[in-house]
């Protein structure tokens, strides 16, 4: 008996101090937030977008909003466009009002840029329900959103090029929302083409609170599963970023789409690994880092064909683009860039290291210096190399000589 109680004990104290060394690791063993604020220069504005008496009395606590600032909100209120639409879908509790960056960073990009398109960006108001807690609403916000992109492509009528598909941004369980609307029988497939997750738990609810959650999380991905197979969703792309080691509620691993959607259709990435992001963000800075803001941006830019104003339909040519921005390129905004080797200036300074063990130091300063390390597969050492306070564009190439 003396043992069983000693025991008891000693399994007690180990289990506290387990809890609290695992406390003392979350609250010191983290990264100090990087990301830069994105700034509105004009004062922001969210115009209502009316909608028919059916919906308002079938989702009486949703609503759908138009964002602008300044000179294009004025010219916006009479909620005739000619943009491209873009439908922002807020997370768990999430609020529409998150949808400021992305609306203010690309307003501004098109007026800088004088580009001959625009995107009009439009978010729902959920009423910042707590979806990830709360199966029963995901399909009730889900229909409501189908509701709202009907009822966004009506305000284009007019418009010398219409659009005939809306673009997709969803935070967190907004994400799922995005993929679920196709489980809709009445929802029309063609009606999206392009999704954007931030921070998403693809994979499966971070927390199964109820079986209808998760009953929801597994009818979507068989859907997509199945879609993609049949060829039904050959026509969706979708790139998916998580947070990294900063986001404490949904880890990367949620964010893949790996066994979901295949890699003709899909990208996944956390945002310590996306080109000229590197850096983590917590749940709710990624839909304002201004890093990732940009990088989703460049994205959706480039993915617009000039002939039509409108997401271009070409699958292949827009995952060649979310490649480029998500996953790798050569330290260019532009996705012409068909070799590394465009990417080296030429007249810069070569150096080979020979040295076993190298380490380097360097303020920043206007002369470019490129160090090669030679990799012998022949003697079987592998190669590491550990970079820290690197530059955006400073880069690490991996080249292959040629005819050697």
């Known amino acids: 008996t003396v043992l069983q109680v000693t025991m008891v004990k000693v399994v007690t104290i180990l289990m506290l101090g387990f809890v609290l060394v695992g406390l003392f690791d979350i609250l010191s063993n983290y990264e100090d937030n990087k990301c830069e604020m994105t700034y509105m220069f004009e004062w922001p504005e969210y ?8 919906v308002t009395k079938a989702f009486p606590r949703y609503n759908l909003y138009l964002y602008g ?28 009002k998150q949808v400021r960056s992305l609306g203010s960073v690309a307003l501004k990009k098109a007026q800088h840029l004088h580009t001959p398109f625009h995107f009009n960006y439009f978010a729902v108001d959920l ?6 807690m709360f199966g029963p609403i995901l399909s009730e916000q889900t229909e409501f959103v189908h509701r709202c992109i009907l009822k966004i492509l009506t305000m284009y009528r007019k418009a010398e090029n219409p659009p005939k598909s809306v673009i997709l941004v969803g935070h967190s369980v907004g994400g799922i929302i995005a993929r679920a609307l196709f489980t809709l029988p009445e929802f029309d497939l063609s009606l999206v083409n392009t999704i954007i997750t931030q921070a998403t738990p693809h994979q499966g609810p971070v927390i199964s609170a109820d079986q209808y959650m998760a009953d929801f999380y597994n009818t979507v991905n068989q859907f997509w599963q199945e879609g993609m197979s049949s ?62 803001v940009l990088a989703t941006k460049r994205a959706l830019f480039d993915i617009i064909d000039l002939k039509t104003r409108q997401v271009t339909t070409d699958v292949k040519r827009r995952m060649q683009v979310f490649r480029h ?27 080979e290291i020979a040295d076993d063990i190298w380490e380097f130091s360097e303020t920043r300063n206007k002369d470019i210096t490129n160090f090669m390390f030679a990799i012998d597969k022949a003697s079987g050492r592998d190669t590491f190399a550990a970079t820290t306070n690197i530059a955006e564009d400073s880069w690490v190439y991996l080249c292959r000589e040629e005819g050697g």
Do not use: M
């Open 47 to 54: 115009l209502q977008v009316p909608l028919s008496e059916n």
């Open 231 to 292: 060829g039904r969703l050959a026509h969706v792309t979708i790139a998916s970023t998580g947070g990294a080691h900063r986001d404490y509620l949904v880890r990367a691993g949620l964010v893949s789409l790996k066994g979901i959607v295949p890699e003709s259709n899909a990208v996944s990435a956390v945002t310590s690994a996306v080109p000229k992001v590197w850096l983590s963000t917590d749940h709710l800075a990624i839909v304002w880092c201004k890093q990732l």
């Open 127 to 132: 009423n910042e329900e707590l979806t990830g």
């Open 69 to 96: 600032e300044g000179a294009y909100a004025r010219q916006s209120k009479n909620l005739k466009l000619t943009g491209v639409p873009v439908l922002f879908i807020p997370g768990n509790a999430g609020s529409h």
């Open 325 to 351: 921005h998500f996953l790798h390129h050569p330290g260019s905004k532009s996705v012409s860039l068909t070799s590394v080797q465009t990417a080296f200036p030429p007249g810069d300074k070569w150096v």
